[in-house]
């Protein structure tokens, strides 16, 4: 290929590239002013790495941008959400990745599959997160990653003075905790802990939402599945959650469990990796953070929260789907009823049986009772 034809064929992805830029930018800025926000100029060069990074995961699977099976609106609510939360996928090590997946989707009553872009928060972004967010933080120091084989002493606590954790690094063993040492406001510094035994909860989410569309070849599918064929299948899915509750984190090496685990998790190259990145966002996220405006608390709680996606990804996928079937009343047709009233006696008549009414020889003598009171008091 000649210099020139290389010349045009990088002029032509950064004019593809700006074309895409120039159509999502406006509309995350719309919305983030909608919202209160206004953006700075990090925020804007967040949202333009985020298209760098998605528009590359794009072409690593051979998708256009203007393929009618890409869904474009979850690539707008990923941008603005690394917009509003400040998450820069150009930053090293990353704040934050995008992937592909397969998702069926209603289109016109049918079932269509569509790939869809995917955002997640790595160890670092939840790190950005707090050092922008964090309630009453100063600085988030360099956090310490504890071994087997260091001597490492906890925090002890007397009233309201706190003696601070010892820490003698070895460099032998594997990661047992993390700790992050975070000055606050006031100039007081506090010790937050993650422990590993605590990423077993982790996995067990992991296994869950793995976990959520197999039938163990009971039925073609969840959604066709018959009633007692959904019974069987959960009590399948139970059998492999209690397994792993059991194990803990030694499920991983359980050869039966393979199939439910990703390989991210399960292979020696990145397990180690993965256990501190979740030991490290256990400890971040329970540090409360003051977001300032209710829609950046809302994109955080959404992207944080995998429950939250998973279920509304469900409602979305089979909302309105079954048919509600009533039968129909027999219909009765109306008759009015007729009613009879009484005529009307002559006035004279009336005036005459007044008067001839019993008068009481004396009048009915009312007795007031006293007020029944719950509460005793004082007698004069």
């Not at 609510?77 to 990745?97: D, F, G, W």
């Not at 790190?127 to 002493?153: K, M, T």
């Not at 309105?320 to 009613?339: A, H």
Request: glycine share 6%; net charge negative.
């Amino acid at each position: 290929m000649s210099n020139q034809n290389q010349v045009a064929t990088q002029a032509d992805f950064q004019t593809g590239l700006t074309k895409i830029s120039n159509t999502f930018f406006p509309m995350i800025e719309k919305q983030l002013c909608g919202n209160g926000i206004d953006m700075d100029h990090y925020q804007k060069q967040c949202v333009m790495n985020a298209i760098s990074s998605i528009n590359s995961v794009l072409d690593v699977k051979g998708i256009k941008w203007t393929d009618a099976g890409l869904d474009k609106n979850n690539i707008t609510q990923i941008l603005l959400t690394t917009a509003a939360l400040k998450l820069n996928a150009a930053a090293s090590p990353r704040e934050v990745y995008f992937q592909t997946r397969n998702i069926k989707m209603q289109k016109d009553g049918n079932d269509v599959w569509m790939k869809q872009v995917e955002m997640g928060i790595e160890g670092d972004g939840n790190d950005a997160i707090l050092s922008n967010f964090g309630r009453g933080v100063e600085e988030v120091h360099q956090y310490w990653l504890v071994r087997s084989g260091d001597h490492f002493e906890y925090p002890k606590y007397k009233g309201i003075e706190m003696t601070p954790p010892e820490w003698a690094p070895s460099g032998k063993g594997e990661v047992v905790r993390v700790v992050y040492p975070i000055t606050k406001k006031g100039g007081r510094v506090e010790y937050y802990i993650g422990e590993r035994e605590d990423v077993a909860k982790n996995l067990i989410a992991h296994v869950k939402n793995n976990l959520m569309n197999e039938t163990f070849g009971i039925a073609e599918s969840r959604y066709k599945a018959t009633a007692k064929q959904k019974v069987e299948i959960d009590a399948k899915k139970k059998e492999i959650i209690k397994k792993v509750e059991e194990q803990g984190l030694n499920a991983l090496d359980d050869e039966s469990l393979d199939a439910y685990i990703s390989p991210a998790w399960k292979d020696s190259q990145s397990r180690e990796a993965m256990i501190i990145r979740k030991m490290r966002n256990n400890v971040v996220k329970k540090i409360p953070k003051d977001f300032g405006n209710a829609f950046v608390e809302m994109t955080y709680d959404q992207a944080e929260d995998e429950g939250y996606s998973r279920i509304r990804k469900e409602i979305n996928e089979n909302a309105n789907q079954e048919i509600l079937d009533f039968d129909e009343p027999e219909s009765v047709p109306y008759e009015p009823k007729k009613e009879s009233y009484p005529e009307e006696a002559p006035a004279e008549e009336q005036v005459n049986k007044t008067e001839k009414q019993p008068v009481p020889d004396k009048e009915p003598v009312i007795i007031d009772a006293e007020p029944v009171t719950t509460q005793e008091g004082p007698v004069f």
